[in-house]
């Protein structure tokens, strides 16, 4: 079965930090996504990565930022958290462009920003 | 620009079949249409994946039109443990190849 570990599933922030999401995946999968999810808004994707070291804005790029220096992590960062990045954010991963669209999701990290 | 629409809630019986429709423009022509379940707590879960006509699995069914502007996810005779979000997935037509969920739908079971 694919893992995909989140390092947190709760964070507590202060206005102005910059915080770090880790994610990890154990399957070898060449894409990475990171969306967050809010009440009535489903799932928005905010960066995603096709291979190492590359990086693609989603719909809601705004305040975040990524890194994917090696295959099986890719994090999420926010420079300067604001209280409107309160949310849940959830990494996925999927094999290859092909199948990009079976994705297989950690099981988030609550992030509250105060 | 690709939007979904989907029900934003939706009740049923356990062992009532239940049929979830999402309408979507603007799709890619040459992407699956997907599905996925998530319960609290956890991500979302992969389900089902069709391109045209109709697919089914061991879990669900999945029914896409010919002109592939909705696509319905159809569980047979739900139980308790079917209460979840349903989120569909689609492509973007274009060269962008992004990836749009749409808002979900919350299904209640009830006995």
């Known amino acids: 079965d694919v893992k995909v570990t989140q390092s947190s599933r709760y964070l507590v922030k202060r206005t102005g930090e910059k915080v770090f999401l880790e994610c990890v995946q154990d399957m070898d999968h060449e894409n990475m996504f990171w969306y967050r999810q809010d009440p009535g808004l489903g799932l928005r994707l905010i960066y995603f990565?096709?291979?190492?070291?590359?990086?693609e804005k989603g719909d809601i790029p705004e305040g975040y930022s990524v890194s994917r220096e090696k295959k099986e992590r890719f994090s999420l960062i926010l420079e300067s958290a604001s209280t409107n990045q309160t949310s849940m954010y959830l990494c996925?991963?999927?094999?290859?462009?092909?199948?990009?669209?079976?994705?297989?999701f950690g099981a988030g990290t609550r992030l509250s920003v105060l | 620009l690709a939007k979904t629409t989907q029900p934003i809630s939706m009740d049923s019986y356990e062992g009532q079949e239940v049929n979830i429709t999402c309408s979507h423009n603007n799709i890619a022509t040459n992407d699956y249409i997907t599905w996925y379940q998530q319960f609290p707590s956890q991500g979302p879960r992969f389900i089902i994946q069709g391109y045209k006509t109709k697919v089914t699995n061991e879990v669900a069914s999945l029914f896409i039109p010919a002109d592939r502007k909705s696509s319905t996810l159809s569980l047979p005779r739900v139980s308790l443990s079917d209460t979840a979000v349903y989120y569909c997935l689609v492509v973007l037509l274009g060269n962008t190849g992004k990836l749009i969920f749409g808002q979900g739908t919350t299904l209640q079971v009830k006995p």
């Open positions: 990565s096709y291979d190492v070291k590359m990086k």
């Open positions: 996925a991963s999927s094999a290859n462009r092909e199948a990009k669209n079976i994705q297989y």
